[in-house]
């Protein structure tokens, strides 16, 4: 299987053009024996490096950058690779994703964790929005 679709590819590159973006995760990575999983929003021009949240299974997500060919390239036990998440379908920016991996430990999609980082995040855009609308305007 090929990690990466063309359509994948193309939402990886057009946010990877997009200044200061929080984009939704576009693709999920996983170690089929173990607990890694990468959750990735960027593909670079060199069409190779990837950036996005990182959890190699030790306790400690993190933000990053990680080489496609070299994940593609990974061989595990009985044949095995890593594999793409052909159900997975992003619920939230990747600050949510990041926020809730931190205080779990790893990467969450659903419960207590997430679901925090989710009402923040929320709360956060709607007093952001809220002063945008009440903010007053200039000549007037």
């Known amino acids: 299987m090929k990690l990466l679709t063309e359509s994948q590819r193309r939402r990886l590159r057009a946010n990877a053009e997009i200044a200061d973006a929080d984009p939704e995760p576009v693709v999920k990575f996983f170690n089929p024996l173990g607990a890694a999983k990468w959750l990735f929003t960027e593909l670079a021009e060199d069409g190779d490096t990837l950036f996005g949240l990182n959890d190699h299974g030790f306790g400690f997500p993190e933000l990053g950058s990680c080489s496609l060919a070299e994940i593609a390239e990974t061989r595990l036990p009985w044949g095995l690779k890593i594999e793409r998440d052909l159900h997975f379908r992003a619920r939230a920016p990747l ?26 995040h929320a709360a956060a855009r709607d007093t952001a929005a809220a002063g945008r609308l009440t903010s007053p305007q200039p000549g007037r």
């Open 95 to 120: 600050s949510v994703y990041t926020e809730a991996a931190r205080n779990a430990a790893r990467i969450v999609e659903s419960g207590p964790e997430f679901d925090e980082a989710l009402k923040r």
